[in-house]
């Protein structure tokens, strides 16, 4: 798959994580209260919906047109019914799974082409307004001691500088420096030594990865408590 192909089929930015996750734990806290609620009062449909709307956000849409059925089926279903519908979420959830094993590749290529577009950019707008890169960018190679996207030459000729050979103060180690105050356009130095040495596509690859792998042993938990807890009906 192109790189332009990649970017018109993943459409999100390697730089707005922090409104999915903010998103996501709003929704995790309402899901959660409405899970107590259905377990205290023993509601196995509601535990049903619960357990729909706690999966990840690439089964939504999916599972909207489920909880339409549900809504309607709710005081007609019988027991294998129940128990089909509680199969269904878990086969979705396993097809999810493995159809993101598969996408790594491209989902990692989509991440590197989103950091060469955006190396360039000083702010982009938004439907919120506008997004400072500029400030992501430093706030990034200084969190991840990084510099560009392969190496620090990515800076290089950049619209901030142009036809200077450049980088951000963001990349110098502070390590070479006595303290802070006498790293001031450090960036502008021409001595590589002092930058850092790494490019940030695979540290924050890697970064991002590990929190993927983390959530889909999650899943694969939850999965695994979906089956064993809905095993016999009463």
């Not at 999916?62 to 128990?83: E, P, R, S, V």
């Not at 996408?103 to 982009?124: C, G, M, P, W």
Request: glycine share 6%.
């Amino acid at each position: 798959m192109s790189p332009a192909s990649l970017e018109r089929s993943l459409p999100f930015s390697a730089f707005s994580t922090a409104g999915l996750c903010c998103s996501t734990g709003v929704a995790v806290c309402i899901i959660c209260t409405v899970g107590w609620i259905a377990a205290t009062a023993y509601n196995r449909r509601l535990l049903l919906t619960v357990k729909k709307l706690r999966l990840t956000w690439l089964l939504i849409s999916t599972y909207d047109m489920l909880f339409i059925q549900l809504f309607f089926a709710q005081f007609l279903m019988h027991d294998f019914q129940y128990i089909g519908f509680v199969v269904l979420l878990a086969v979705i959830q396993s097809i999810t799974g493995a159809l993101g094993l598969s996408y790594k590749e491209a989902a990692r290529e989509h991440v590197r082409t989103d950091l060469f577009q955006n190396i360039n950019r000083s702010a982009v707008v938004t439907s919120q307004g506008v997004f400072d890169l500029t400030a992501s960018w430093d706030k990034l190679q200084k969190s991840l001691k990084c510099c560009g996207v392969n190496n620090s030459s990515d800076w290089h000729y950049a619209q901030r500088w142009p036809l200077q050979e450049f980088v951000p103060d963001s990349c110098c180690n502070p390590a070479h420096f006595v303290d802070v105050n006498s790293m001031g356009n450090c960036g502008k130095i021409a001595n590589s030594t002092i930058l850092y040495q790494q490019g940030c596509f695979e540290v924050f690859a890697d970064w991002l990865y590990h929190h993927v792998a983390v959530m889909n042993w999650i899943s694969l938990t939850l999965l695994i408590v979906e089956v064993v807890a809905n095993g016999p009906f009463p």
